[in-house]
Structures are given as C-alpha cells and as structure tokens.
C-alpha cells in the first residue's frame, strides 16, 4: 500500500475506510502499471507516490459521485450542474501521474515512467 487510511485523512481525505480501501486498490494498480512494477519493492513510498496517490483517489471518488461524468460547471444559484460529453477521466489520471512522477527514478536511476528495456 503506497497511502495508507490514516495518511490518506492525513492528507484531508473524507472517505470512509471502506470506501477508501477500494478506490486506493484501483489507484495502486494505476500508478503499478504506469511506473512497470518499479515501486512496489519500495519500503515506504515517497513523498510524490504518496501525493498521486491521493489525488487518484479523490479524483476516483469525485466521478463516482457523477455518474462517472466531469462537471464542467456548476451554479448554487439556481442549483445548476453541467456534465461533458466526452469522459477525459483516462487522459486526467494520466496527467497527474505524469506530474507526480515524470521526474521520479529508481535507486539505479532509472525513470519511474520509462517504458523501454533496462540493462
């Protein structure tokens, strides 16, 4: 586990334990994929791992609450919300995955996010 619960409301984090415990699963296997296994025999994750994170999960449990839509818009005027079209939410989380991690290397220097061959 990169984040653990009480990190994640550490960090100002709302959801409940169980509902936290899945969506930082499915963030996990995000950041897993993106970085090719490279942190998952890290001892205690770094700062950025830890902060993506967070961000994967409040972003997880933002959609959730829309039906899976961004909003593009909201008015508490008149109570109004407006949802896109078209889902960004693959090209959002990569997005902050390349943020957090794009300047992030392994012990032997090797970039978190690199995806060719290692010697």
């Known amino acids: 586990m990169y ?17 936290y415990e899945r969506k930082e699963h499915r963030a ?3 950041v897993d994929r993106a970085t090719h296994g ?4 890290e001892e205690d994750a770094r700062e950025a791992v830890k ?3 967070y961000e994967l999960v409040e972003m997880d ?3 959730a609450g ?8 909201e008015s508490n005027d008149g109570i109004s919300v ?9 090209s959002r989380r990569w997005a902050l995955i390349e ?19 290692e010697a």
């Open 61 to 63: 449990a933002a959609r």
């Open 38 to 41: 490279r942190l998952k025999g």
């Open 3 to 19: 984040l653990t619960y009480e990190q994640y409301q550490g960090m100002g984090g709302q959801l409940a334990q169980s509902a």
């Open 99 to 117: 943020d957090y991690l794009s300047e992030e290397a392994t012990a032997a220097g090797v970039p978190l996010l690199y995806a060719g061959a």
């Open 82 to 90: 407006s949802y896109s079209e078209k889902d960004d939410y693959e």
């Open 51 to 53: 902060r993506l994170m």
């Open 28 to 30: 996990r296997g995000y």
């Open 66 to 73: 829309t039906g899976g839509r961004d909003v593009t818009s």
